[in-house]
């Protein structure tokens, strides 16, 4: 019954988000000419999310006419796909639906905001924080309402009204995390695309080749720039962690059901406490947004402690409350569960503090990295890519230890549970850590997604004509919120490894599961037959190679993904870069500022060429796993899901801390220090932030989403693979 | 009796390199400015050998101390290290001391060669490409002629003079593969932070701040630029490939013994197979050799053809006469394993194709790259990162086929021995693919290693000042070098995956014979009963959290290795420009002329700079497995190496063909097309080219050996890792 807390917790945390949002529709939107340039720019991201759903529903549309077919051909036998449910295509589409609807949400209430945080922001550093975090809340609350929402809708649909057993209605609740992330790839990869396609674009012929500022209205693609930050950082971030939030719930219950079967009780309990964590967290979440209050003093330091009472309340306060709800869960002879979830939190927090560490420039490697520009673009690109390679070492170990101490602790340290193998809950462990993580998303998010409405709200002081206090404070918030970012960063890619960790077993289960009912055991109590002829079926060693052909086709998958969206931002900004060229020639007046640039076109060409190119990049995440299963079997989807998990995390660190270090190093110098703003140092620096812009926006938080969607198009597919597959059909024929 | 070719085939190749050295000796060296010239050359290159071995020294007298302390240990028992034999620490010397010796005569050889080759260039570009190519055959039959001499002189003696039986034969061997391996990881990385720091310090001030020409003898720098050729791309390759060579060889061989133990006479032919394979290798190289050469015509094409004539008898020679040296020393029974060498050199060729396909300026990938230029420097670094991303793909795809069909035919496909394990023999099969890659070493690295000579030589035609149309033979030389040398590092990575792929197969034969003497287990007549004992013992499965962890470990190993030595050459390349710029302020006339520039001072600062900087990679390469084993045990370093060898393949790759493409790129450029030389598209793309060139000199080739070193430091330390480890003792605590 506790289960009922879940929408309960969902519908209030829809209901503060809505509340808050009023809150800021109440603000005035300022002068009219700011009104007016917000509408642009809210036409614009409408637009552009308008064509990415039309396109992104012909996906969605092909998925379930092919996830009906499986269905169909199952129940009639003409096809053995071993479809986990008949609810699995309905199951894909809600969770795209939910996952979409986030970012919707999360951009609408950005494109309202921006205006009002910029005429806020006239009035004092304080208001404009206000109404910008209030925007960010709006996006945190809204992920979290709608995830455990569609987690409550399935959950009671498929086992109280269809009468699912557990195991079955968690299985199937996987496909909706399949179709979440099938949507969140899409919108980071599009948004990802759009916004650094405009921004390079801009960049590269506004401020290199007219020598005109950033933001400055004359610059017919500033329009698409600013309507770049609101569909690729908010609607695309806002869709990314809707699907990470729901993907740590429901791999950890899934999980929670195959570790304790033979302990029914166990069992229930297993499955609710993520969620029950998660209704704490959104609980805890609301307190600490409302503790971000400050006096009326304007002090820089005194926003970032505001902030940070914030979420380290929250975080503070999940810890304790975590071992309650182990405790009452779970019992006491199995605390060890709260440790996994500690080690998370802490994990989390510990990569966040390093990502800071790595990427600020208040620290010596973007110091240094700065240095490097003084002799040249050359040097400061090597140094670049030499510091995010770097940086990939303590996230490893910090999640390695999270890793052996959340298994350790899952698996029989302090949590002996007879007649439960200890890997498998050591394995719930690990998923229960990436939850611990992410519980407190509500207010995390809110610190992340309020930076993006910052920035837009430059934008609009700047090409307003606004004082230039308003635009010093707008650029106080935006650089306050890089610094809560970090922390964001540090949660979302450590919590993507250890859900795709957990996602590795839930594949596993769903094999076995798959092998129990072919050979009609029950999986419940005779889970020992069906773990002997999985053992003697599969060869999961290092040592086979057609897991190590896997593992190497695996590790491959970030790199060739990271290289088609790179590809696909140079191409598209190619295509703005020659449009704004052309806008500056034909029309006459532009840049004496008489005659308007035609920002529509720009925002046309942004949309069109981010809809092309997100498509073979997030077929990959489809296709891949899918062929290398058909291919190789179940030996080589093991194998490829972990190689892309180890390679993955390590390319979306190095990507992510590269690309911000580049930037705040940019940052620095425009700071004032090494000649500053355009001197020959700052050159150097401003190729670094360039090149970086597609490494930290658009190719390395896709990478996060990728691992996860290999996993879990693995899952749905696992009965289509195990019926057929290359590799056993020749071993059929060499081995009599 | 076999054998005893192998140190026949040793010293015809030796005398062969002897013939080719005289012949280049009695050549004419030029005008008294060149013998000048070539003589600071020789003399700086000399300078830096000589310090790089005494820095060596003391690392293998450390390595020396510390396995004979754990050797003494063993023997008096109070220490466990499981140590092979009281051989290792000598036969780790002697690796060590051949692969230096490798590298020392190929960089005597080339320094005396490239002024000859300077002034046969002024007859004729014919003439030039045979003294140029003289010296490559001298270097490439010295490796293999030293390598098989080494392996004789170790199997005669272990064999023979001590009565080592024949599995603690090859396990010994593996560690002067290990002794080889550090030596050239040493050589590379020194060597590659020596060229480049040179290289970029010397184009940084030169070409871009004096605006000075490349190889201008008023550039301070320039003779050490000279001199890092000599000591990067033929030293540090030479000690390179004496690595993979005999590495290759010998791991082929200790898989032989474990995968036929109870079948003595296949065992025996198993082991000699790779041996005489490489015994016929070596003299269809002799013959290839002897076909190159051409008319006195001087067209670029058919100097191409008479190369290529050359390498494709050998290759093509070896593919068929491996047929008859498998039927004739395993049977007809077993030809299977035909099939499996030959899957291997048709990778080697397919790779070496792809390669070149990818990075030449005469396909779309490098002219699509040359035309990223016109947006400046960003446009084009995302795109060779994005190309070299890419161009993981086919060789993955291509290794994969290979490591599935030469474990195929191997382990059981027209292969099957009666009680031999076909995992066994299988992963025997994979180390032979990798034996017949590099079979024909001799003359494809003749092909590889006469480039960086005729570099050398254009260097000292520009420094001399000799006519226009000797530097422009002396480029055609070099870009044909480009040419074959693509082919040449086909079949080096491709070789390196395969072996590491080997060694860890080799890692677990060895943890299985130190778990038969710790049982007293005999380990050829009841190797079913270690076999149980070692899978209950270790579990080596994907899902193991320890394998994971280690997974992830190993993964970013390469990472922090590119990352450091990346970071090498930008502090190196630091130091030169601040020397460069102090010369031509402080040394009046310098510019003008009329004063010499103080060469020595920047020869000695790049000396000591990569002195310094090679210490802290190559120690990762030790210190990590051994690490990684005493806190995670045998799975950890399982995991690492399975994690190090996929990611290092792919990074080798990605950095390899990124530096290669953009050095094309600028080429293409500089040829006339986009602007020509001294545009803004030449400026970007000089920034591409200088990110590249630690992209491909230094970081790309030194991972090659890295991930083959991970395996046999683990092996050379298995016993100390089984012996202690934190993980066991954890495990002990909780597991009643």
Same mark, same amino acid.
């Given at each position: 019954?506790?289960?009922?807390?879940?929408?309960?917790?969902?519908?209030?945390a829809?209901?503060f988000?809505?509340a808050k949002?009023?809150?800021?529709m109440?603000?005035?939107?300022?002068?009219d000419?700011?009104?007016k340039?917000?509408?642009?720019?809210?036409? =614009?991201?409408?637009?552009?999310?308008?064509?990415?759903?039309?396109?992104? @529903?012909l996906f969605?549309?092909?998925?379930l006419?092919?996830?009906?077919v499986?269905?169909?051909?199952?129940?009639?036998?003409f096809?053995?796909?071993?479809?986990?449910?008949? !609810?699995v295509?309905?199951?894909?589409?809600?969770g795209?639906?939910?996952s =979409?609807?986030?970012g919707?949400?999360?951009?609408?209430i950005?494109?309202?905001?921006?205006?009002?945080?910029?005429?806020?922001c006239?009035t004092?550093l304080n208001?404009?924080?206000?109404?910008?975090?209030s925007?960010?809340s709006?996006? &945190?609350?809204?992920?979290v309402?709608?995830?455990?929402?569609?987690?409550s809708?399935?959950y009671?649909?498929l086992?109280?009204?269809?009468?699912?057993?557990?195991q079955?209605?968690?299985?199937?609740?996987?496909?909706f995390?399949?179709?979440?992330?099938?949507m969140a790839?899409?919108?980071?990869?599009?948004?990802?695309?759009f916004?650094k @396609?405009?921004?390079?674009?801009?960049?590269?012929?506004?401020?290199?080749?007219?020598g005109?500022?950033?933001?400055?209205?004359?610059?017919?693609?500033v329009?698409a720039?600013?309507?770049?930050?609101?569909?690729?950082d908010v609607?695309g971030?806002?869709?990314?962690?809707?699907?990470?939030?729901v993907?740590?719930?429901?791999?950890?219950?899934?999980?929670a059901v195959?570790?304790?079967?033979?302990?029914p009780?166990?069992q229930?309990?297993g499955?609710v406490?993520?969620?029950?964590i998660?209704v704490?967290?959104?609980?805890?979440s609301m307190?600490?947004?409302?503790?971000?209050r400050t006096g009326?003093?304007?002090e820089?330091?005194?926003l970032?402690k505001?902030?940070?009472?914030g979420t380290?309340?929250?975080?503070i306060?999940?810890?304790i409350?975590?071992f309650?709800?182990?405790w009452?869960?779970?019992?006491?002879?199995n605390i +060890? !569960?709260?440790?996994?979830?500690?080690? =998370?939190?802490?994990?989390?927090?510990l990569?966040?503090?390093?990502?800071?560490?790595?990427?600020?420039?208040?620290?010596?490697?973007?110091?240094?990295?700065a240095?490097?520009s003084?002799?040249g673009?050359a040097?400061?690109?090597i140094?670049?890519?030499?510091?995010?390679?770097?940086?990939?070492?303590?996230?490893?170990?910090v999640?390695?230890?999270?890793?052996l101490?959340?298994?350790?602790?899952?698996?029989? !340290?302090?949590?002996?549970?007879?007649?439960?193998?200890?890997a498998s809950?050591?394995?719930?462990?690990?998923?229960?850590?990436?939850?611990?993580?992410?519980s407190?998303? +509500?207010i995390?998010?809110?610190?992340d997604?309020?930076?993006?409405?910052?920035?837009?709200?430059?934008?609009?002081?700047?090409?307003?004509?606004l004082?230039?206090?308003v635009?010093?404070?707008?650029d106080a918030?935006?650089?306050?919120?890089?610094t809560?970012a970090?922390?964001g960063? &540090?949660?979302?890619?450590?919590?993507?490894?250890l859900?795709?960790?957990?996602l590795?077993a839930?594949?596993?289960?769903?094999?076995?599961?798959?092998?129990?009912s072919?050979?009609?055991?029950?999986?419940?109590?005779?889970?020992?037959?069906?773990?002997?002829?999985?053992?003697?079926?599969?060869?999961?060693s290092?040592?086979?190679?057609t897991?190590?052909?896997?593992?190497?086709? &695996?590790?491959?998958?970030?790199?060739?993904?990271?290289?088609?969206?790179?590809?696909?931002?140079?191409?598209a900004?190619?295509?703005i870069?020659?449009?704004?060229?052309?806008?500056?020639?034909?029309?006459t007046?532009l840049m004496?500022?008489?005659?308007e640039?035609?920002?529509?076109?720009c925002?046309?060409?942004?949309?069109k060429?981010?809809?092309?190119e997100?498509?073979?990049p997030?077929?990959?995440a489809?296709?891949?796993p899918?062929?290398?299963?058909?291919?190789l079997g179940?030996e080589g989807v093991v +194998?490829?899901?972990?190689?892309a998990?180890a390679?993955? !995390?390590?390319l979306a660190?190095?990507?992510?801390?590269a690309?911000?270090?580049?930037?705040?190093a940019?940052?620095y110098?425009?700071?004032?220090?090494?000649?500053?703003k355009?001197g020959?140092?700052?050159?150097?620096?401003?190729? +670094?932030d360039?090149?970086g812009d597609?490494?930290?926006?658009?190719?390395?938080?896709?990478?996060n989403?990728l691992?996860k969607l290999l996993?879990?198009v693995s899952?749905?597919?696992?009965?289509?693979?195990?019926?057929?597959?290359?590799?056993?059909l020749v071993?059929d024929?060499?081995?009599?």
């Open positions: 019954m506790l289960f009922f807390l879940v929408p309960v917790a969902s519908i209030a829809l209901i988000a809505i949002a009023a809150g800021i109440k603000q005035p939107e300022g002068t000419q700011m009104i340039i917000a509408g642009n720019i809210r036409k =614009g991201a409408s637009a552009y999310l308008k064509r990415q759903y039309s396109g992104v @529903a969605f549309l092909v998925m006419i092919l996830l009906g499986m269905a169909y051909g199952d129940n009639l036998g096809l053995q796909t071993g479809l986990i449910s008949d !609810f295509p309905f199951a894909f589409l809600t795209g639906f939910f =979409g609807l986030s919707f949400f999360g951009m609408k950005a494109t309202h905001a921006n205006s009002r945080t910029a005429n806020a006239r004092s208001k404009g924080l206000k109404v910008a975090f925007a960010g709006v996006m &945190g609350f809204t992920v309402g709608l995830g455990l929402l569609d987690i809708i399935w009671l649909l086992k109280y009204a269809f009468g699912l057993g557990l079955e209605t968690t299985a199937c609740m996987i496909t995390g399949m179709g979440a992330s099938s790839l899409f919108a980071r990869v599009g948004g990802g695309i916004t @396609a405009a921004d390079v674009g801009a960049d590269l012929v506004g401020k290199v080749e007219a005109i500022p950033e933001d400055d209205p004359r610059n017919p693609a329009i720039d600013n309507v770049g930050d609101n569909v690729g609607a971030m806002g869709a990314d962690l809707y699907e990470s939030y993907g740590s719930i429901i791999s950890s219950m899934a999980l195959s570790a304790f079967m033979s302990v009780d166990l229930m309990g499955v406490l993520p969620l029950i998660a704490v967290g959104v609980l805890l307190i600490g947004t409302v503790l971000v009326e003093k304007t820089q330091k005194q970032l505001a902030l940070r009472r380290n309340f929250s975080a306060v999940i810890a409350a975590a309650f709800l182990v009452f869960l779970l019992g006491w002879q +060890g !569960f709260y440790f996994s979830i500690l080690s =998370g939190l802490l994990a989390g927090v990569i966040g503090f390093y990502t800071e560490y790595a990427t600020s420039d208040s620290y010596k490697p973007t110091k240094k990295l240095d490097t003084k002799t673009p040097t400061i690109i140094g670049g890519i030499a510091l995010g390679m770097n940086s990939v070492f303590v996230p490893v170990v999640i390695g230890v999270a890793v101490a959340a298994f350790t602790f899952g698996g029989g !340290f302090f949590s002996a549970i007879p007649g439960v193998p200890a809950s050591g394995l719930y462990g690990i998923a229960l850590a990436a939850v611990g993580m992410l407190t998303l +509500g995390t998010l809110a610190t997604a309020y930076g993006p409405v910052a920035d837009n709200a430059g934008g609009i002081a700047e090409m307003a004509g004082e230039a206090e635009r010093e404070r707008t918030l935006d650089s306050l919120g890089n809560t970090a922390t960063k &540090g949660f979302a890619i450590g919590s993507a490894a859900t795709a960790l957990a590795i839930a594949y596993t289960d769903r094999i076995k599961e798959l092998i129990a072919a050979n009609n055991l029950d999986f419940s109590t005779q889970l020992e037959k069906v773990e002997e002829i999985f053992d003697k079926t599969f060869n999961l290092v040592m086979n190679p897991v190590l052909v896997g593992l190497f086709i &695996g590790a491959m998958l970030p790199f060739i993904f990271a290289a088609f969206t790179m590809n696909s931002v140079g191409r900004a190619q295509a870069v020659v449009e704004v060229r052309r806008q500056f020639k034909e029309i007046g004496e500022g008489t005659a640039a035609d920002y529509a076109r925002v046309t060409l942004c949309t060429s981010a809809q092309k997100m498509i073979i997030s077929l990959l489809i296709i891949a899918v062929a290398t299963g058909l291919l179940v +194998g490829l899901l972990a190689g998990t390679t993955g !995390f390590l660190i190095f990507m992510a801390n690309g911000g270090a580049w930037d705040n940019k940052k110098i425009e700071a004032g220090n090494l000649g500053g355009g020959s140092n700052h050159k150097a620096a401003v190729v +670094g360039t090149v597609p490494f930290k926006d658009t190719s390395g938080p896709s990478i989403i691992i996993s879990m899952i749905v597919f696992a009965g289509l693979v195990l019926a057929f597959n290359a590799i056993d071993k024929f060499y081995i009599k």
